[in-house]
Antibody
């Protein structure tokens, strides 16, 4: 079964750093793009950015450029989402997803989500 | 404020048909394919429609997509209680060089 498995929930303090992961299995993801999508509590979906696992070519939404770092390790079919200094407003569910069809927005496979809570 | 505009909520009775609209502009819907998702509480979204009107394998033909100009529409026929969910449209925005989603529509099946 082709799937994306994300790392577990995190509870952090403001100012701390964090790196969450999204690992693909059941498929050779080295030639796939993986995107990150944020969902704040009770709110809608926000496209954050996308990375090509083959060469780590990365595109960011202007809303998230400079706020997060998206990276990947193709040898282990894993994408990462990283913060260097968390804020309370980063508290949200974060999903990774594969755009399996045209463009970077038709996501056919989703991770289960990683809940990030930032609180002092 | 989302780039794509959807009605916040819609309701209908079991067995009926509903349509959910998604309005954008020439920089997004007008020149790019639209996808539709539904999301049950506490779960990841699920792709219903891609490339404006195509269904992934396993999605019943009760779900349909269409597009005209800068607006897209998701249609659902034969409503079931299990269709109660949040529905989102999404597409690429060439001006932003980023993906964008609608604000979501909560479907209630009465």
């Amino acid at each position: 079964e082709v799937q994306l498995v994300q790392s577990g929930s995190e509870v952090k303090k403001p100012g701390e750093s964090l790196k969450i992961s999204c690992k693909g299995s059941g498929h050779t993801f080295s030639s796939d793009w993986i995107a990150w999508v944020r969902q704040m509590p009770g709110k809608g979906l926000e496209w954050m950015g996308v990375i090509y696992l083959g060469d780590s070519d990365t595109r960011y939404s202007p809303s998230f450029q400079g706020q997060v770092i998206i990276s990947a390790d193709k040898s282990i079919s894993t994408a990462y989402l990283q913060w260097t200094s968390l804020k309370a407003s980063d508290s949200a569910m974060y999903f990774c997803a594969r755009p399996g069809y045209s463009g970077y927005i038709a996501f056919d496979i989703w991770g289960q989500g990683t809940m990030v809570t930032v609180s002092s | 404020q989302s780039v794509l505009t959807q009605p916040p909520s819609i309701s209908a009775a079991p067995g009926q048909k509903v349509t959910i609209s998604c309005s954008g502009s020439s920089s997004n819907i007008g020149n790019n394919f639209v996808s539709w998702y539904h999301q049950l509480p506490g779960t990841a979204p699920k792709l219903l429609i891609y490339d404006d009107n195509k269904r992934p394998s396993g999605i019943p033909d009760r779900f349909s997509g269409s597009k005209s100009g800068t607006s897209a529409t998701l249609g659902i026929t034969g409503l079931q209680t299990g269709d109660e969910a949040d529905y989102y449209c999404g597409t690429w925005d060439g001006s932003l060089s980023a993906g964008v989603f609608g604000g979501g529509t909560k479907l209630t099946v009465l």
